[in-house]
């Protein structure tokens, strides 16, 4: 009786999924859509709610993508939920110490958004799978927290469903009374709602239990009342289910010529359904009616054919391993094709930066073939941004960061040592000119310290332009070997990190470095400050940075404020990073710039 109703259990689900292809394509479209981030998220929870049973490698992937948007508007119930679409993903696959840890992680968020319903929804969940596991200890302290929080919500519809499961602790313990009690009230409920569905559920189980105590009459009563109910709502693939169950508490109250009856009108739905799993359930009880009735002969047919099935059906379950490996394995080639995708677009910047500076070189009209040829390569590389937005956008930082470096090498290595030479030489001529005077020779001296300034100008530009401290250092160190770098009598900055003390990627380095960069120099140049606090954190998956000045502010409701180079540098390196920047400033009253970067 109890494989029967789990059989029940899975055909149903088989049911609503193929009646419901048309309502999964339209979340799916929303979920792709640009919507408001209300009704695409709303459209994650239905489809993991309602089809999260339909695939559940699709299921995994939808949920996790609905966690990613919900982090980023900070809706810790959504990803509450997700967790736990994401738990029964793993738990249907039989993977139950992952699925654990995800309805663990589940509940952890609920139980401090005290979303009551959601939360009671996850305890069930984990119930489910202590129940699977036959820890009915922990399942059924699960249930019972669940059905608090129903009573509490005086939601009869989800009392009903954990007094229908969590009876089948009871029962697998042996306790029947306590389960008959516990599915009666469910069918008590359910009543009162005009739940169909639930009413012939927790019919279903009472028959199981009477059937486990041999009260076959009320078992057999129960069971056909369910039928009933199921003829009404012509529910076949339960109707299937419920005329096997029939023959199944008759055999054992050795009613064989009824129950055969309802074991044959099963077989035909079965077959007219072509479902191996009930066909060899079936099977097994013919040959176990033909035994007990002395034909033997008939029963080694039955059992041939079960055992027929049997074989088939393990076939299947192989195939469908094969079936996820190769899934796994396209997945691979997939992630080494978009990896040869990128190294080959990476070669193909280091090319361009190659030519750009054979171009320089060359002199203006090759300068402008290389412009040319760059515009054509961008207009390339605009067919590729619509495909890989963010791979391309990467490969855009990578290449300017990599122009920076170039051109503070040629400003050190090709201006800077022709400077410094300039000094050697003026420096050397001075030992050997004779001045005729000393306003001559002051003169003189005037000119080697001016160009000795240009010297250590053009070393501050280079190393401004390439931070070799981001090489050697984290990003906190780096920002205060910059900080330290400028003149502390003309502007005082406060820096204060906490959480930097690892390296991170080496793309939100930098940027996160050029930003910072960006903001200090913008304060030094406008706002005429004399001090400047910055602020950087590193907490629960993201960083926050904030630049704070008491210089003379500007008015941010005016958008040509906003047009320069600088202001635009930083708000697409921020976006980049899939972050947000805002900017909070009153004419005479300073500027703050707050940067919020997810990890």
Request: charge should be positive; include cysteine.
């Amino acid at each position: 009786m109890r494989s029967g109703f789990l059989f029940l259990l899975l055909l149903c689900c088989t049911c609503t999924f193929s009646q419901a292809t048309n309502e999964t394509d339209s979340l799916k479209a929303v979920i792709k859509s640009n919507q408001s981030y209300a009704n695409r998220i709303r459209a994650y929870l239905v489809y993991g709610d309602k089809y999260g049973m339909q695939n559940f490698e699709e299921t995994f992937r939808i949920a996790t993508e609905g966690i990613d948007l919900a982090a980023k508007n900070k809706d810790s119930a959504a990803i509450g939920q997700l967790k736990r679409h994401i738990g029964e993903s793993f738990y249907f696959r039989g993977k139950y110490d992952t699925a654990a840890q995800y309805f663990y992680q589940s509940i952890t968020v609920l139980e401090r958004q005290q979303d009551k319903k959601k939360l009671a929804g996850s305890y069930n969940a984990l119930a489910k799978l202590y129940r699977k596991t036959r820890d009915l200890k922990r399942a059924l302290t699960n249930y019972d927290k669940a059905l608090g929080l129903f009573k509490a919500l005086n939601d009869s519809a989800g009392i009903a469903m954990i007094m229908n499961e969590s009876g089948v602790v009871f029962e697998y313990a042996g306790d029947y009374d306590k389960a008959i009690e516990r599915y009666a009230e469910s069918y008590r409920l359910d009543k009162l709602l005009n739940d169909s569905i639930g009413m012939a559920y927790a019919l279903n189980n009472l028959a199981g239990a009477y059937t486990l105590q041999k009260k076959f009459n009320l078992a057999e009563d129960h069971l056909l009342q369910a039928l009933a109910i199921r003829k009404i709502i012509k529910d076949t693939f339960a109707l299937a289910i419920n005329y096997s169950d029939l023959g199944a508490s008759l055999i054992s109250n050795k009613q064989y010529a009824r129950a055969r009856n309802y074991v044959d009108t099963s077989v035909a739905i079965a077959l007219k359904m072509n479902f191996p799993e009930l066909l060899q359930y079936n099977y097994q009880l013919l040959a176990q009616i033909a035994e007990e009735t002395g034909n033997y002969k008939e029963a080694l047919t039955y059992y041939q054919k079960r055992t027929a099935l049997r074989d088939s059906i393990f076939n299947i379950e192989k195939t469908k391993q094969i079936e996820e490996l190769n899934t796994k394995y396209e997945t691979v080639k997939k992630e080494q094709t978009i990896s040869e995708q990128q190294g080959r677009l990476t070669r193909q910047r280091m090319v361009l930066i190659g030519s750009s500076v054979l171009f320089i070189l060359i002199g203006l009209l090759a300068y402008t073939q290389y412009r040319r040829y760059k515009w054509k390569q961008e207009a390339r590389m605009r067919e590729e941004v619509l495909k890989q937005q963010e791979l391309a956008m990467k490969a855009v930082i990578e290449a300017e960061e990599a122009e920076r470096q170039r051109i503070a090498k040629d400003l050190h290595d090709g201006v800077g040592q022709m400077m410094s030479a300039a000094k050697m030489n003026l420096s050397a001529f001075e030992h050997a000119a004779s001045f005729r005077s000393a306003d001559e020779r002051f003169t003189f001296e005037k000119i080697i310290d001016l160009v000795d300034e240009s010297c250590k100008e053009v070393r501050a530009v280079s190393h401004n332009m390439m931070p070799n401290a981001l090489l050697k250092n984290n990003l906190a160190a780096a920002i205060r070997e910059f900080i330290n770098k400028l003149d502390s009598k003309a502007l005082k900055v406060h820096l204060y990190t906490e959480g930097l003390d690892e390296r991170l990627d080496s793309n939100i380095e930098t940027v996160l470095y050029r930003v910072i960069q960006e903001c200090v120099n913008n304060v030094i140049k406008h706002s005429g400050a004399n001090m400047v606090d910055i602020s950087m954190i590193k907490e629960q998956g993201e960083i926050t940075a904030t630049i704070e000045d008491n210089g003379k502010g500007f008015d941010t409701s005016d958008a040509s404020k906003f047009d320069g180079i600088g202001l635009k540098n930083i708000k697409t390196r921020v976006e980049y990073l899939k972050g947000t920047v805002e900017f909070d400033s009153t004419p005479g009253k300073g500027t703050l710039v707050a940067v919020h970067v997810p990890l």
